[in-house]
T-cell receptor
């Protein structure tokens, strides 16, 4: 059974600091997603990582994938308040069939 | 282009009742997946429909059933509701194996 674990589960950061969220998964996969979810809202797609060594950046967020280590990271640079949300990684173990297994989520709070 | 829509937004049901949730897929998409997200947890895959056929199912009992229609919209039916069925139900559509999936706004189900 595929397991997807994120850490930390909760993260309080001061503005302008840097931090990294980790996503480990237990089965080989070549496709990993990062989503953002605001309270009471649906999932917003942030990144799709399709191959080993993939790195994608959007604004203050950067995601990377190491398929050999079964590890993805979401790095936050110089955090700002509007990045406060819950972040999920999700793994698709059958390439392209979109049946995702989600991690536990990381609730990020940016403190002014 | 119309995104993924779901109805209703919220509903309250009593234990033992039945409920039907609806999802309209994004234009051009032929695959719909359903997820259950309990409070404070990551979404869990319920099942997927591809061209009107069930195309994979997660670890959910048979009282969770679904349909996909010729226009690729979909329904999720839950019989004999239990208190633990209270959750946010998300549907996501994609062009099977070609595009990533896009999530709808969700239906918040409360079972009392």
């Amino acid at each position: 059974e595929l397991k997807v674990e994120q850490n930390p589960l909760f993260l309080s950061m001061q503005e302008e600091k840097n931090y990294t969220i980790y996503c480990n998964y237990s089965t080989t996969s070549d496709r990993l997603y990062w989503y953002r979810q605001d309270p009471g809202k649906s999932l917003e797609s942030l990144f799709v990582l399709l191959s080993n060594g993939a790195v994608k950046q959007e604004g203050r967020l950067m995601a990377s994938l190491d398929t050999k280590a079964r590890l993805s990271t979401l790095h936050i640079t110089a955090a700002v308040h509007d990045l406060s949300a819950t972040y999920f990684c999700a793994v698709d173990i059958n390439f392209g069939n979109e049946k995702l297994t989600f991690g536990t989520g990381t609730r990020l709070t940016i403190i002014p | 282009e119309t995104g993924v829509t779901q109805s209703p937004t919220h509903l309250i049901k009593t234990r033992g009742q039945q409920v039907t949730l609806r999802c309209s897929s994004q234009s051009g998409h032929n695959t719909v997946s359903w997820y259950q997200q309990a409070l404070g947890q990551g979404p869990q895959f319920i099942f997927q429909y591809y061209r009107e056929e069930e195309n994979g199912r997660g670890n959910f009992p048979p009282r969770f059933s679904g349909l996909q229609f010729p226009n690729y919209s979909s329904e999720l039916n839950v019989n004999a509701l239990e208190l633990d069925d209270s959750a946010l139900y998300l549907c996501a559509s994609s062009l099977g194996g070609v595009t990533e999936q896009y999530f709808g706004p969700g239906t918040r189900l409360t079972v009392t």
